[in-house]
């Protein structure tokens, strides 16, 4: 996706570099990873990366029962911003569900709308 300002596709490139970077990672290490972010500098402006793990409810009959049990995908979303230079902020929200078999699928628009 390309955008007029290049502050926002500075925002955008660093925030697909990372969810590359994070497409790569095990299954297994991305279960044991938790909510996060840092700060980014952009054309002299500090704007920030927030990262969302979610994983499916657990069945509370289940984890009574046998303990829990972990999940079969994980949902991983990137959301960056940075202040624009006239009004408001740019935003780029990217994601991805990966399973334990190690396929990824992206998240279209619907799902991504509630981080943006």
Same mark, same amino acid.
């Given at each position: 996706m390309r955008y007029w300002?290049?502050?926002a596709q500075q925002l955008a490139d660093l925030v697909e570099r990372e969810m590359d970077q994070l497409r790569a990672i095990p299954f297994e290490d991305l279960a044991t990873m938790q909510d996060g972010g840092h700060d980014v500098e952009i054309k002299?402006?500090?704007g920030h990366i927030h990262r969302f793990v979610e994983r499916p409810e657990w069945s509370s009959t289940r984890i009574l029962l046998q303990g829990p049990v972990p999940s079969s995908s994980i949902k991983i979303v990137l959301q960056? !911003?940075?202040?624009s230079r006239i009004l408001g902020s740019h935003y780029h929200v990217v994601g991805?569900?990966?399973t334990r078999e190690g396929s990824c699928r992206e998240l279209?628009? !619907?799902e991504l709308y509630?981080? !943006?």
């Open positions: 300002s290049k502050a002299g402006r500090t960056g !911003s940075v202040p991805f569900v990966k279209d628009g !619907s509630p981080y !943006s």
